[in-house]
């Protein structure tokens, strides 16, 4: 994912894999649990937000800007998992779920990626 057509390729494919899999996952009685597995990747998500990259430097307040939005996104997705377990949508859950988790791992991978680039380029230095 270092061009733009390959991030868009991978997003499209994500999308398109998330959507297909949360149809096929096993609709659990209790809703709330799956809703719970959506929000534990939100409170660590939080915390590695912005998840930095060696193209695109930012300065301290984008940085902040960044983490507030991640903070107001990750509430909004909350209130709706908990308004759509009310309502019942078991599939709408897991779909949000997923999709929580997907972002989660991406942001794992491209987090060790960085490191591992600052490490390049100390050692080039």
């Known amino acids: 994912m270092k061009t733009y057509g390959g991030c868009l390729a991978c997003s499209c494919l994500l999308v398109g894999s998330v959507l297909v899999t949360s149809r096929m996952m096993p609709v659990e009685s209790n809703v709330w649990m799956t809703g719970i597995r959506g929000v534990i990747p939100l409170i660590f ?10 193209n695109r430097p930012m300065k301290q307040k984008e940085i902040d800007r960044c983490r507030k939005k991640a903070r107001t996104l990750s509430v909004i997705l909350t209130a709706a998992m908990i308004l759509f377990g009310a ?8 779909l949000l779920s997923e999709t929580i988790w997907v972002v989660f791992i991406f942001m794992i991978l491209g987090e060790a990626d960085y490191r591992r680039a600052v490490r390049k380029q100390a050692k080039e230095r």
């Not at 998500?45 to 060696?54: A, D, E, T, W, Y």
């Open 45 to 54: 998500m939080n915390r590695m937000v912005p998840v930095l990259h060696s």
């Open 87 to 94: 309502c019942n949508k078991i599939r709408t859950v897991i």
